[in-house]
């Protein structure tokens, strides 16, 4: 059997209004596009949602949007994709990183204030795996530093944090809707979202070239070629529709994973849901000190797995480079990251594949 790590999903309903928006709409900007902002927003319980071409996109925007310029310090946790950073750097943005907590790889609070100096304007928490950070500890420490706290909701969507949704947590939450997430676009794409009016518009603004209020060819602020198109954003549509479904069907899996995994070998298992959080398994995440090993069996079983985040940001090496930063720094981000392997899951998985997947991985212990 050939399981795949994550299986996106494209229905001929999708498809079609796809071809609606090719049809009828404006390409870029379309209705569709402030059809799916509308939507997206009230999945988030926001005011504002701004769509956007990527999560990077996403990232850069709303920290510019919150008046982060050169020179300004951003932290965020090293243990995630690099586009968390290169939303910043190309910028002038400089980047600092916090530690995670072992239990969940998301930023830890208690490590946090010991990473901002006085240059730090904005701290970026990343809801790895579609597990939400601690925000109330999180928020509270910015409260106290004067600093933005920019949700990094890209794996999280429809994640829930005592009562409230992954994007309604801090000043801005950004997402994106790259083919692998727990929804897609049909390719590239972004959101960013927002209670704040001032920066909802600057970023509608930004993503459309500075273009200023009600001109075509007047620009008052610099802005960049960041617009989602009305295709995209037409399958958005149908694939929020689906989201809630499709979360539930992930946490059902993890379940089963949960409990056939259960004191397997040396594997550390993901974070289960608590009181406070409801996660959405963008990523099934196991821990063992023999991830290569395993990385091999499974690949000779036909199971798809994935080394979520094999080098964290900081060893990168255009990091190292630029900012001069060294192993060590950063401890339990550089031991997590070398014993993390993901899974399959996704929404469709089947009883059968996960049964076929969890025998794969105990005929590996023995």
Known sequence: MKVPIAQPVMTEKMIEAAANALRNERLTLGESVFKF??????MCGTKHAIAVSSGTAALQLSLQAHGVKAGDRIVAPAMSFVATTNAFVPFGGVPGFAEVSEKDYTLDPAKLKAALDNKTKAVIPVHLYGHVAMMDEIND???????????????????????????????AGCFSFYPTKNMHVGGDGGMITTNDDKVADACSRMRHCG???????????????????????????????????????????????????????????????????????HLYTLRTKKRYELKAHLDSKGVGVGLNYEIPIHLQPVYKEMFGFKEGLLPVTEKCCRE???????????????????????????
């Open 211 to 281: 273009r200023k209020k009600g001109s075509n060819y007047e620009h008052d602020i610099i802005g960049y070629t960041y617009r989602l198109n009305s295709a995209n954003a037409a399958i958005g549509i149908e694939q929020l529709k689906m989201l809630p479904e499709w979360n539930d069907k992930r946490r059902a899996a993890a379940r089963i994973y949960d409990e056939m995994l259960k004191g397997v070998g040396d594997l550390v298992l993901p974070p289960t849901p608590t009181s406070d959080v409801t996660p959405v398994y």
């Open 37 to 42: 902002e509308e939507a997206f927003a009230r």
């Open 340 to 366: 993390v392997i993901a899974i399959p899951m996704f929404a469709d998985i089947s009883s059968e594949q996960i049964k076929y997947v969890v025998d794969c991985v105990k005929e590996f212990y023995g």
């Open 141 to 171: 420490v910015a409260r106290k530093n004067n600093l933005v706290v920019i949700e990094d909701a890209c794996q999280a969507h429809g994640a829930v944090y005592k009562g409230k949704k992954a994007g309604n947590l801090g000043n």
